[in-house]
């Protein structure tokens, strides 16, 4: 198995996580799409309508970045779903989302090493997350799934690369 097909797989496992804690949050059956790879050149398009996301810093027995971002129309519905405390303050909302389901993906992929893989505090952008994650990018591929349905999420892990600078850190 080369190096991306593994880390496609610990992907595949994280998103099957991040999915399940979704579904727990807004009801519904886990849904998570395949594992496709994003390169580099072609991320910038790709990720456009992602207006809003959430970013960690990953550590231990892998070293990266993690991203669950939400196109507008996904957020809108996402905040809906949760209610009206997350309609009062959305951007604490999305970024508590966005922890859990980064929190449950890398917990799945510290299960299947066996090792530690640490995550950061989150990072909340409200504007342009996308293309501030298809800046922060190096040279490298990128991982994601799409969780859910209708409150949609895309999650990605990105081996090797620091999370984007946001709006809000810490949010």
Same mark, same amino acid.
């Given at each position: 198995m080369s190096a991306g097909e593994a880390i496609a797989e610990l992907a595949?496992?994280?998103a099957a996580s991040g999915a399940a804690a979704l579904a727990k949050l807004v009801g519904g059956a886990p849904r998570a799409g395949g594992i496709f790879e994003l390169a580099a050149r072609g991320l910038a398009g790709y990720l456009a309508g992602y207006e809003t996301g959430v970013f960690f810093a990953v550590g231990g027995a892998i070293e990266g970045a993690v991203g669950v971002l939400f196109a507008t129309a &996904? /957020?809108?519905? =996402? $905040?809906r779903a949760l209610g009206p405390a997350?309609?009062?303050d959305p951007g604490s909302a999305l970024a508590e989302?966005?922890?859990?389901?980064a929190s449950q993906a890398v917990g799945a992929v510290a299960e299947r090493l066996g090792e530690?893989?640490?995550?950061?505090?989150?990072r909340l952008a409200l504007r342009g997350a996308g293309a501030a994650l298809a800046r922060a990018l190096s040279d490298g591929p990128a991982f994601a799934s799409e969780?859910?349905?209708? &409150? /949609?999420?895309? =999650? $990605?892990?990105v081996p090797?690369?620091?999370?984007?600078?946001?709006?809000?850190?810490?949010?």
């Open positions: 595949a496992r994280g &996904a /957020r809108d519905a =996402l $905040v997350a309609a009062a989302v966005a922890n859990i389901i530690r893989v640490t995550l950061s505090v989150p969780l859910g349905a209708p &409150a /949609r999420a895309l =999650l $990605v892990l090797g690369a620091a999370p984007p600078v946001c709006d809000t850190v810490g949010a």
